[in-house]
């Protein structure tokens, strides 16, 4: 239905591993992955400040689909990639922003610089960040009146939901991790989790902001895009070619070859105390 290791909590070895294969096409990564909402910019500068000389710390920024939008609005950004493949695209996207550092490290072994941030940013990576240690390091790495802002993800009900339906049959045939029975839900049904930030002194309440969103697909297009999830990547070859033929004949037999899937992207924010 969609990937299953998308924003899943996962074992220390497992995660490390999975996150490693958004370096295998860092060229398809960027040209499927979507970018955010325009309004979350509206709503990071109204809260943490967000223009000319903003001091940001973005965590995992993949190619740049937040980063750019940042730099047009004048920040001074350090971006932290893991993987060399997409900060090569990142630096290529942000050539013409000469206040973007783009370092390819493990966020949780980099060395913070002396002058804390204004605003980290973990769009759509902060599940990828050890839990035990993503918050204290996100605390450290801010000053005090700082923002921590993290932005999920969800696939929720909508667009063409007979195609989505349908489609757990062939991921529960082809894809073993899959869980039986999966079905989409509403926005309205998707929890706010705020429960590691309230268990922190270092951070206040959270706010959350959320934006719906369509995007259509044509059958090659929506392989591609399901081809830069973690998921999908890391199948066995052979099932994960039976998988994807399973996924275009129902698109191009039942919907015409064009589907739409429904978004929800949440983003959290927090303030360090102190």
Known sequence: MTDPTYQTARPDHERDRLRRTFTQDAELYDRMRPGYPARMY??????????????VLEVGPGTGQATVPLAERGC???????????????????????????????????????????????????????????????AAALRPGGTLATVFTHHIKGGTEEFFAASQACYERYDPTTPPGITLRPASEIPYDGT??????????????????????????????????????DLDAVARAALYDCLAALIDHRHGGRITKRHLTELRLARRLG
């Open 42 to 55: 509206d709503d990071l500068a109204a809260h943490a400040g967000v223009g000319p000389g903003c001091r």
């Open 76 to 138: 001074r950004i350090v971006a932290v990639e893991l993987g060399a493949e997409q900060a090569q695209v990142a630096r290529r996207r942000l050539a013409d922003h000469p206040g973007v550092d783009v370092v390819v490290a493990d966020f949780e072994q980099w060395p913070l610089p002396p002058e804390p941030f204004d605003l980290l940013l973990a769009a759509t990576s902060w599940h990828w960040i050890d839990p035990h240690a993503r918050v204290a390091r996100a």
């Open 196 to 233: 590691e930030l309230a268990a922190s002194a270092a951070f206040g309440a959270p706010t959350f902001h959320r934006y719906e969103w369509d995007a259509t697909y044509t059958t090659d297009q929506y392989l591609d895009l399901i081809s830069t999830y973690s998921g999908h990547r």
